[in-house]
């Protein structure tokens, strides 16, 4: 993640419950998570999708929460100590090149990339990290601020996605964001 990072106090509007209104995390997650599986959910800041997800994932599941900055962090780790949603959640703070990801080879079932792509300094890296931690049956979804990155920018994104083993399956509507569902493409193609 790289030079133009989210500043913490921002952090804190992201994880207003009134942003629900308009970007419910269980709505937009629900079709992709269930019950017992394991979900990276980079960029997570305070944990505006991390603790629902947490909860989708059941007792079961793990959350594997990872974010550049360690206040975002350590508020994300009171916040789910608060609701009891510790057990489920794994919080690490990454480095702007790495996502510290290496021991989650094959492992995650379910990505989410939430207002942070835009982020990143070097995106193909990215994508290779995130697909090298997913199973096969993987999915990443992808959602960048519709007023904050160009139509151009998010289709360069995806392009750089699809260099990199991913295959666009679904364009999802999320309120004020352009996003993208895609999965792992399978090592026969």
């Known amino acids: 993640m790289g030079e133009h990072i989210c500043p913490v106090w921002i952090g804190y509007l992201l994880a207003s419950p009134a ?3 308009f970007q419910n995390p269980k709505k937009i997650l629900s ?6 599986m394991k979900v990276l959910d980079i960029g997570c800041a305070m944990g505006f999708f991390s603790l629902p997800l947490a909860k989708m994932v059941g007792a079961s599941g793990k959350v594997i929460c990872v974010d550049v900055q360690e206040k975002m962090i350590k508020s994300l780790e009171k916040r789910a100590e608060k609701q009891k949603l510790s057990r489920r959640i794994d919080t690490r703070i990454c480095q702007y090149n790495s996502l510290g990801i290496e021991d989650l080879k094959d492992e995650i079932d379910f990505v989410l990339a939430f ?7 070097d995106v193909g890296a990215f994508f290779s990290q995130i697909g090298n931690a997913m199973k096969p049956t993987g999915r990443l979804l992808i ?10 920018d998010f289709r360069i994104t995806v392009s750089t996605a699809e260099q990199n083993s ?3 399956i679904d364009s999802p509507h999320i309120g004020q964001s352009r996003a993208v569902l895609l999965e792992k493409k399978s090592s026969n193609t």
């Open 19 to 21: 942003r629900k209104l």
């Open 31 to 36: 079709p992709y998570v269930e019950e017992g």
């Open 115 to 121: 207002a942070v792509v835009h982020e990143v300094p």
């Open 143 to 152: 959602a960048e601020p519709g007023g904050h990155v160009s139509e151009e």
């Open 166 to 168: 991913f295959t666009v």
